[in-house]
């Protein structure tokens, strides 16, 4: 199969309300095209030097999201261009993010990630992390960011139950939240969970963003 013919039968698969974003990290900038080519316009990196590098090189009208785990010294290097950020796991990252964007008089959204696998290896914030962290007084003042949803990873595992349980706890943490009223800073729409094994399952379990690689581009 190739690389139009797996985005194309992907997308024929997902139901509308579902958003691809194609993960295209280690992968040359010739199958980046292949897939834009395709009518395939968001693409998904978890590295900030090799998206910038991509970024220079290939159409503006692409939407690049950085889905891997970001160093504060990195994030003014993808401001100018980065369109959502997933792996959003403290407020000093976040703080960061909001003092380059300001630089730039923009508003950049962002994921939340919330650790819901049971491996440790896994960024991100649990459920009395998360509350501190949209409690506080200095998030309250960010102004140049905005939370738009939450993200997750299940363990990587065979068994689906363990992965269904995973992802309904974090469409449960995200329905809480939607209760919230909207503010500035924080209008949740994004649940960003499902990857090339899981993502029929995310989707089950209320997912509306699904991060694939492997399914499109082939094993890295
Ligand atoms: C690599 C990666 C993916 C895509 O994984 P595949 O199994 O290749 O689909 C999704 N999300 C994150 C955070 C990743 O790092």
């Given at each position: 199969m190739?690389?139009?013919?797996?985005?194309?039968s992907i997308k024929a698969s997902l139901p509308p309300h579902v958003t691809l974003v194609a993960v295209s990290k280690t992968k040359p900038v010739a199958d980046l095209t292949e897939a834009y080519n395709a009518g395939q316009r968001i693409f998904g990196e978890n590295k900030v030097q090799e998206m910038v590098e991509k970024?220079?090189?290939?159409?503006?009208?692409?939407?690049w999201h950085m889905i891997g785990h970001v160093q504060t010294n990195k994030v003014k290097y993808m401001v100018p261009f980065v369109s959502l950020i997933h792996g959003v796991d403290s407020l000093k990252l976040l703080v960061e993010i909001n003092r380059q964007a300001k630089r730039y008089r923009k508003v950049i959204n962002c994921l939340l990630q919330i650790h819901i696998a049971e491996e440790d290896t896994k960024f991100g914030l649990n459920e009395l992390e998360l509350k501190a962290l949209l409690e506080s007084d200095e998030f309250k003042q960010l102004e140049n960011i905005c939370i738009t949803g939450l993200m997750g990873m299940a363990t990587f595992t065979d068994d689906e139950a363990q992965i269904r349980k995973e992802f309904s706890y974090l469409k449960s943490i995200f329905d809480q939240l939607s209760k919230q009223p909207s503010t500035v800073n924080f209008q949740l729409s994004t649940l960003s969970m499902g990857m090339s094994g899981d993502y029929r399952?995310?989707?089950?379990?209320?997912?509306?963003?699904?991060?694939?690689?492997?399914?499109?581009?082939?094993n890295r």
């Amino acid at each position: 199969m190739s690389i139009a013919n797996n985005i194309l039968s992907i997308k024929a698969s997902l139901p509308p309300h579902v958003t691809l974003v194609a993960v295209s990290k280690t992968k040359p900038v010739a199958d980046l095209t292949e897939a834009y080519n395709a009518g395939q316009r968001i693409f998904g990196e978890n590295k900030v030097q090799e998206m910038v590098e991509k970024w220079e090189q290939l159409p503006k009208d692409i939407q690049w999201h950085m889905i891997g785990h970001v160093q504060t010294n990195k994030v003014k290097y993808m401001v100018p261009f980065v369109s959502l950020i997933h792996g959003v796991d403290s407020l000093k990252l976040l703080v960061e993010i909001n003092r380059q964007a300001k630089r730039y008089r923009k508003v950049i959204n962002c994921l939340l990630q919330i650790h819901i696998a049971e491996e440790d290896t896994k960024f991100g914030l649990n459920e009395l992390e998360l509350k501190a962290l949209l409690e506080s007084d200095e998030f309250k003042q960010l102004e140049n960011i905005c939370i738009t949803g939450l993200m997750g990873m299940a363990t990587f595992t065979d068994d689906e139950a363990q992965i269904r349980k995973e992802f309904s706890y974090l469409k449960s943490i995200f329905d809480q939240l939607s209760k919230q009223p909207s503010t500035v800073n924080f209008q949740l729409s994004t649940l960003s969970m499902g990857m090339s094994g899981d993502y029929r399952i995310a989707i089950d379990c209320g997912g509306n963003m699904v991060r694939i690689g492997s399914s499109i581009f082939g094993n890295r």
